[in-house]
């Protein structure tokens, strides 16, 4: 994530030339182009539990690996030894006065992986901010150090376009003052939260979150106050986003950084009353089976946290769950929603756990709803340029 050590995997990627079969476990890495160079092919292979832009090719190409994992699972296989670690790569602030550094804005897996490593290898970074929660690491349990000072990567994701802004608005009519929400980076996330600004007594339990979410606390309409599970602090695992959004984080009491087994552990999730799930789709089949991993048979993410908030929140006592996404792609010459998945594709989301489908067209509530209801629901929120077809196909299919 932003913590991504790139300093560090520059240097491995040179070292790595003169070494063989150097595996590299990963979730997303910011700026780790340097570990993906073709000439790094059989000295080392990427193993990804998420898909990133750096190593999507080398995934498709057979030439690194994907691994299908939620994402509370991932700190539950490093620690019971099922995927051994023998060296962990961080990157952490300097130490405080009572000898702890901070793994700053990502914990996720992080903290399970330097729990196990037999060697831990941190960049020291003065940039980097000290957060609360799960985030110290003592210094001393560190084996070698090196101070680097350099930037921690910053995203942008540029201001939401019409359909983006249609879906928020849709979303966030359907959310309610004092709802617990998870949410994700993107478009549609900073889109949703834009038109939060009427709202109140919002809670945030998430496995990350962005800047979109800055102008909510600003105003008190994100207090946490409903919450049961860390009530009055803002639950997450790791932050992508500004500079601002670092400043932010850094020190502040009231934003807890915890490990991803706990914070998207279902059961955990279901204690706060009315969890508000939002998550993405590549494609919706008029059955409602999710794809959010991969296009086609091309694996482009991760299951991410998705499946375990989607449980979570339909556990909570009035929580819902939202998938949305634009009807069309490739400039509108596709849809989204789709008679059948494409050939190859995986469901990340089963269709018994679907709730609410949204896209710019409208909301699908596909609860309780029979695959003849749930194909009427989905054709209705298409683009109106795929229904007919959509509708012709589901006849044929019976």
């Known amino acids: ?17 003169d070494l063989k079969d150097i595996q590299l476990l990963q979730l997303h890495l910011e700026h780790a182009e340097a570990v993906c160079q073709p000439e790094l092919d059989g000295h080392l292979r990427n193993r990804c539990y998420f898909v ?42 300097p130490p405080d006065r009572h000898g702890n550094c901070s793994l700053g804005v990502s914990v996720e897996a992080t903290l399970a992986a330097t729990s196990v490593a037999k060697t831990i290898i941190a960049q020291i970074n003065p940039q ?40 928020g608005r849709l979303v966030a009519e359907l ?90 552990n279902p059961a955990v999730i279901r204690k706060n009353p009315r969890v508000m799930s939002i998550n993405s789709a590549i494609q919706v089949d008029l059955s409602g089976q999710v794809c959010a991993d991969s ?12 499946v375990d908030f989607v449980t979570g929140s339909q556990m909570s006592e009035g929580g819902r769950s939202i998938i949305a996404l634009p009807a069309t792609a490739l400039s509108g010459k596709q849809s989204r929603i789709v008679s059948h998945l494409a050939s190859g594709a995986g469901v990340v989301t089963s269709r018994a756990q679907v709730d609410y489908v949204v896209t710019e067209f409208g909301v699908a509530h596909l609860y309780g709803a ?29």
């Open 52 to 93: 990133s832009h750096s190593t999507r090719e080398l995934v498709n190409q057979g030439k690194a690996d994907y691994v299908p994992m939620f994402l509370s699972e991932i700190p539950k296989m490093l620690r019971n030894g099922r995927q051994p670690v023998d060296v962990a790569l961080i990157q952490v602030s």
């Open 175 to 264: 959310i309610r003052d004092g709802d617990c929400l998870q949410l994700g980076i993107g478009a549609i996330p900073d889109a949703v939260l834009a038109h939060l600004d009427g709202h109140r007594h919002l809670g945030i339990h998430t496995e990350m979150f962005s800047s979109g979410v800055l102008p909510l606390m600003e105003k008190g309409v994100v207090d946490n106050s409903n919450k049961v599970v860390h009530p009055g602090k803002i639950v997450t695992s790791f932050v992508l986003g500004s500079r601002a959004l670092y400043d932010f984080v850094d020190d502040n009491t009231e934003v807890v950084f915890l490990d991803t087994e706990y914070v998207n």
């Open 1 to 17: 994530m932003a913590a991504t050590p790139y300093k560090m995997l520059e240097a491995l990627a040179v070292k790595a030339k």
């Open 295 to 306: 296009i086609g048979d091309r694996v482009y993410s991760g299951f991410g946290g998705q």
């Open 370 to 398: 029979s695959l003849k209801e749930r194909a009427e629901k989905l054709i209705n929120i298409a683009h109106p340029d795929f229904r007919e077809a959509l509708a012709a196909a589901h006849r044929q299919a019976g």
């Open 128 to 167: 980097m901010p000290r957060t609360h929660g799960d985030a110290a690491i003592p210094f001393d349990t560190i084996d070698y150090a090196v101070e680097i000072d350099s930037d921690i990567p910053c995203l942008d994701v540029g201001t939401p376009n019409q359909t983006h802004l249609q879906i």
